[in-house]
């Protein structure tokens, strides 16, 4: 049985005060959530103060991004050893912004894959075709090579510890969802790309989210299907309300 996993991914937003009003507000409303895990992501500026605001929850607290190196001259990076010297357990890699603006590819994912996990950073590597590819009938292929590509030589012992997120990038930030059979589909091909690579055990394990415009109502029907096991969340997750929603989606 797959623990759903539920998170927010706060961008460029926020400053300290507001991530610690954000973070304060979930605690009052979500602490005592067990059947369903939280993750915030801050901005890495605020990780520190992020993670001591979380004390005393399950909440697990991510980076948005890492180098793939442990450290060295690449100013303006943070690096896997240096996400968990915060307390921090978690990162978001291979987000379709940063493919989009800042040249991450398949290869650099890869790469930011092997060091989180060699370093005990548990990632979500993001998957997800643009608009013109999905019109191309392009979505399973473009994906598929997203997932070989991105997960090449990771172990089947390192993916136990993977989470992967699908999210269209016509559905992020732009008020599209994809359809839940639309979702379903991607997801259910993700399963058994990982079935081939990992084999079935380890691919039933995996925990794959769907992120792009989820809002507290179409949350539920999303994580209804079989291979939806959460949500990567960016606009709902940065208020208290719509995020507690999220997280209480069977409630919807
Ligand atoms: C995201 O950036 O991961 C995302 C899914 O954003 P939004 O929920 O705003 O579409």
Request: net charge negative; aromatic share 6%.
């Amino acid at each position: 049985m797959r623990k759903p996993f539920i998170a927010g991914n706060w961008k460029m937003n926020k400053d300290l005060k507001g991530a610690l009003e954000l973070t304060n507000g979930l605690k009052r409303n979500l602490t005592d959530v067990e059947d369903v895990e939280i993750g915030l992501f801050p901005p890495a500026l605020f990780l520190p103060d992020v993670v001591d605001a979380c004390t005393g929850t399950r909440f697990a607290v991510g980076a948005q991004n890492m180098h793939w190196e442990e450290k060295g001259a690449f100013t303006g990076e943070i690096s896997a050893p240096m996400i968990l010297s915060v307390g921090a357990t978690h990162v978001i890699i291979g987000h379709s912004e940063r493919r989009q603006h800042f040249g991450e590819t398949d290869e650099t994912v890869n790469k930011k894959m092997h060091s989180a996990l060699k370093a005990g950073v548990l990632p979500i590597m993001c998957v997800g075709e643009s608009l013109e590819q999905r019109e191309a009938q392009k979505t399973l292929d473009i994906v598929s090579t997203q997932i070989r590509d991105g997960l090449e030589s990771i172990t089947s012992g390192q993916m136990a510890r993977v989470v992967v997120a699908y999210e269209p990038i016509w559905a992020i930030g732009t008020g599209k969802t994809a359809t839940p059979d639309q979702a379903q589909q991607v997801h259910a091909t993700i399963r058994s790309i990982l079935a081939e690579i990992f084999g079935d055990d380890v691919a039933q394990g995996v925990r794959i989210q769907y992120g792009g415009s989820v809002k507290p109502d179409n949350v539920k029907s999303l994580m209804t299907q079989p291979d939806i096991d959460g949500a990567l969340v960016g606009g709902a997750s940065l208020d208290v309300d719509s995020f507690t929603a999220l997280v209480n989606f069977k409630e919807a």
